[in-house]
């Protein structure tokens, strides 16, 4: 049996045209619930000062907590309240136009599986944990929640014009790991960082990455790394700026980025609005490869 599948007890799981599949809350173990309450303390603990208040916030309105995995259903009810956005449940990572479709139709497909123990620090695909304490807070913002809208009708739309790479960048450098500055310094709104204790630390404390300006052409001329911390991390100043540049005709800016060459993810651009520039030391020492994380 493929192990990564073993893991993943959703695999071959009956699914429906949009790959959603029945969640079988009442099928989670004991051991399955516990992991979530670890996860859960450690993370809300890590997070408190250091996520934006925007998320915080919003764990408080959905009642987030470590009382055992929550219920996709009862947790959609409640923020559909919010911002009328719902979290399906899925076995696996889907394809684009399934994950654009659900995005412009306000659902959130979250992976229904969780982490195995011995994966409790760190997992590549996303789980449970990850997408429900990291994404889903976020999506009871009525501003991040029409971005999420309008970034799921982008995505169809990038993929008709065969940019969906440079899209693609957009949500790495943003809903996955954005920074924010807020009025107490910068904040982590990015659901990978979110999710992550130690990437929580290195996002904004640590010396090594660089820190720039939001700027979306930028952006999308910017590599980034699937299998460590990040070498740079983008600033929004605000949701609101955020949501302002994703209702802008993106036509003209894939025109302008086309044929461009990119940026390496440690590389600092002429013009850039540098808030810190990395010394990159945990990345010349090796990072995780190292096992610094």
Request: charge should be negative.
């Amino acid at each position: 049996m493929d192990t990564a599948f073993a893991k993943n007890r959703y695999h071959g799981a009956p699914r429906a045209d949009d790959y959603t599949i029945d969640q079988a809350w009442e099928t989670y173990s004991p051991a399955e619930h516990d992991r979530w309450d670890r996860l859960f303390r450690r993370q809300k603990e890590i997070a408190t000062g250091r996520a934006s208040k925007v998320a915080l916030d919003a764990m408080h309105k959905l009642e987030l907590s470590p009382s055992g995995i929550p219920h996709m259903g009862r947790l959609s009810d409640k923020l559909e309240k919010i911002t009328g956005w719902r979290v399906v449940p899925v076995a696996e990572l889907v394809p684009d136009e399934v994950f654009f479709d659900h995005l412009a139709n306000r659902r959130f497909p979250a992976g229904a599986f969780i982490r195995p123990e011995e994966e409790f620090d760190y997992l590549q695909e996303p789980d449970i944990f990850h997408d429900i304490f990291g994404h889903v807070p976020m999506l009871a913002d009525p501003v991040f929640a029409d971005f999420m809208e309008a970034y799921g009708k982008g995505g169809q739309r990038a993929m008709r014009l065969g940019q969906l790479h440079n899209l693609a960048r957009l949500y790495w450098y943003t809903v996955e790991f954005g920074l924010i500055q807020e009025e107490d310094g910068l904040r982590i709104y990015g659901a990978g960082i979110l999710s992550s204790p130690h990437e929580t630390v290195f996002a904004l404390e640590d010396a090594s990455p660089n820190r720039i300006g939001f700027d979306l052409q930028r952006l999308m001329r910017t590599k980034y790394i699937i299998d460590d911390f990040q070498q740079t991390y983008f600033v929004i100043p605000s949701f609101e700026a955020l949501l302002e540049t994703c209702y802008k005709d993106f036509g003209d800016v894939y025109a302008e980025v086309k044929g461009q060459p990119d940026y390496e993810a440690n590389e600092l651009a002429p013009g850039d609005d540098v808030i810190t520039r990395g010394t990159l030391k945990y990345f010349r020492d090796g990072g995780r490869k190292a096992g610094k994380a």
